[in-house]
T-cell receptor, first 114, second 118 residues
Framework: GDSVTQMEGPVTLSEEAFLTINCTYTATGYPSLFWYVQYPGEGLQLLLKATKADDKGSNKGFEATYRKETTSFHLEKGSVQVSDSAVYFC?????????????FGAGTRLTVKP | DVKVTQSSRYLVKRTGEKVFLECVQDMDHENMFWYRQDPGLGLRLIYFSYDVKMKEKGDIPEGYSVSREKKERFSLILESASTNQTSMYLCASQREGEPRTGVPQPQHFGDGTRLSIL
């Protein structure tokens, strides 16, 4: 079935370090891909999205490129801050013709130390 | 901005009680969802709804039911709460994707309800 696999955490980085969180997917159709972020004690917030191959989603210094050839959507940020400490979820959905089913990865906890 | 509001941030109930979790969205979204989030398991879909009075089972519906009497409100019901239903519950809403292009829309989440069953 359709699924998302993301790198296991936790990930601990120093402030201003480069971040990569890997995400790969398996889908029978043409999914849209998302990254969500969950700050402590809060729900999930949409961080960025990409709806077709080669699209690049970006927000708050984070970027991810939809790579169909490698079925990947890796999250990157050039210089992380302490305030980026959170759990990050990769997700896919095949849209309204597939029941809007959204599949989430298990989440990757990021801790950024000063 | 989309606002999804869950009625309680923290809730403590006893085994065997009937528990209601309420969720309201203010953007006239067609679709609404209930998930539970557990460490190491990520988010798992319990139920979802495409329209008023419509509901569909997700991956783990056992022990739960839902109600959608109005478009903006989606309620999750634990018929007889058990300790293994202690979890974080997340509600989400979503605008229906464009029927012509089929491009799906993101889901928007509430802040969650941390439910403890004693």
């Amino acid at each position: 079935g359709d699924s998302v696999t993301q790198m296991e955490g936790p990930v601990t980085l120093s402030e201003e370090a480069f971040l990569t969180i890997n995400c790969t997917y398996t889908a029978t159709g043409y999914p849209s891909l998302f990254w969500y972020v969950q700050y402590p004690g809060e729900g999930l917030q949409l961080l960025l999205k990409a709806t077709k191959a080669d699209d690049k989603g970006s927000n708050k210094g984070f970027e991810a490129t939809y790579r169909k050839e490698t079925t990947s959507f890796h999250l990157e940020k050039g210089s992380v801050q302490v305030s980026d400490s959170a759990v990050y979820f990769c997700a896919l959905t095949l849209g309204p013709y597939n029941n809007n089913d959204m599949r989430f990865g298990a989440g990757t906890r990021l801790t950024v130390k000063p | 901005d989309v606002k999804v509001t869950q009625s309680s941030r923290y809730l403590v109930k006893r085994t065997g009680e009937k528990v209601f979790l309420e969720c309201v969205q203010d953007m006239d979204h067609e679709n609404m969802f209930w998930y539970r989030q557990d460490p190491g398991l990520g988010l798992r879909l319990i139920y979802f709804s495409y329209d008023v009075k419509m509901k569909e089972k997700g991956d783990i519906p056992e022990g739960y039911s839902v109600s959608r009497e109005k478009k903006e409100r989606f309620s999750l019901i634990l018929e007889s709460a058990s300790t293994n239903q202690t979890s974080m519950y997340l509600c989400a809403s979503q605008r229906e994707g464009e029927p012509r292009t089929g491009v799906p829309q993101p889901q928007h989440f509430g802040d969650g309800t941390r439910l403890s069953i004693l």
